[in-house]
Nanobody, 124 residues
Framework: QVQLVESGGGLVQAGGSLRLSCAASGRTFSTYAMGWFRQAPVKEREFVAA????????NYADSVKGRFTISRDNAENTVYLQMNSLKFEDTAVYYCAAGRRAFAGTQAYDYASWGQGTQVTVSS
């Protein structure tokens, strides 16, 4: 089992930037993929970005490509989500998730453990 703790959320104006962090403990961090998902009010949870165990492979939702960057530091057991050019529609609770396997899946069922979430609010 993996324990995940997100941080870095907050309130930012449209066009601004935030960096989310997610610290993991439990299983050996460098053996599984990590992902970020988000859920806005009255919407279903959706995929945002994922990174393979080594960091060599990444996937992004079309809505964030070119604006968000996922990265990981296996020495620090931490995954990051750099969010630039934020838009009002990026407002959501952001969750990090630990993968069941090494590849960067884009579906919720690819992930076995979830953090508690961190709120990101973008003002227009």
């Amino acid at each position: 089992q993996v324990q995940l703790v997100e941080s870095g959320g907050g309130l930012v104006q449209a066009g601004g930037s935030l960096r989310l962090s997610c610290a993991a403990s439990g299983r050996t961090f460098s053996t599984y993929a990590m992902g970020w998902f988000r859920q806005a009010p009255v919407k279903e949870r959706e995929f945002v970005a994922a990174i393979s165990w080594s960091g060599s492979s990444t996937n992004y939702a079309d809505s964030v490509k070119g604006r968000f960057t996922i990265s990981r530091d296996n020495a620090e057991n931490t995954v990051y989500l750099q969010m630039n050019s934020l838009k009002f529609e990026d407002t959501a609770v952001y969750y990090c998730a630990a993968g069941r396997r090494a590849f960067a899946g884009t579906q919720a069922y690819d992930y076995a453990s979830w953090g508690q979430g961190t709120q990101v609010t973008v003002s227009s």
